[in-house]
């Protein structure tokens, strides 16, 4: 790709290209508008109990809605936008376009482990329900491991 050359000019015209990333575009402001509704209410409402929803189970539900967003965008910005030659010229420059390749990575297999991470969650709160509140995985606090919760026998 070294003797390949940038074009400096393109044309752009509308086709379907342009239609499907409108259509995408629109169908995803939905779930940003509730993404942002549950962070919201997550910093300003929620108040644990011991009957409400697990606040560790809740970050863990936020972390895999916000990192599927985040993909949803990414994706995009990198492969839907292009190609509809929009910005073509100011997507060539060498150091970005592996950026954000390595940037829709990193967001496609993050979204994909934190369905597993809400799952983990789950099943330690079932192990061990009087004890799930002092149980932290993975950064979700800054107060350390329970080492003593051992699961059921």
């Not at 972390?63 to 990414?74: D, E, F, H, K, P």
């Not at 967001?107 to 079932?126: M, S």
Request: hydrophobic residues 50%; aromatic residues 16%; charged residues 10%.
């Amino acid at each position: 790709m070294k003797n390949t050359s940038t074009p400096t000019t393109t044309s752009y015209h509308f086709d379907f290209a342009t239609v499907l990333l409108i259509v995408s575009s629109i169908y995803t402001i939905p779930a940003i508008y509730c993404a942002f509704k549950i962070v919201r209410f997550y910093f300003k409402s929620f108040v644990p109990t011991s009957t409400s929803l697990n606040p560790n189970l809740f970050k863990a539900y936020l972390r895999m809605q916000n990192w599927s967003l985040a993909y949803v965008i990414i994706d995009i910005v990198l492969i839907r936008v292009p190609a509809t030659s929009l910005v073509a010229t100011s997507l060539c420059t060498p150091w970005l376009v592996p950026f954000l390749v390595a940037v829709q990575y990193f967001t496609w297999h993050t979204a994909h482990l934190f369905p597993v991470l809400f799952c983990f969650v789950r099943v330690l709160i079932l192990w061990s329900p009087k004890e799930h509140r002092e149980i932290h995985c993975l950064g979700f606090t800054h107060r350390h491991v329970n080492a003593d919760v051992a699961p059921p026998r």
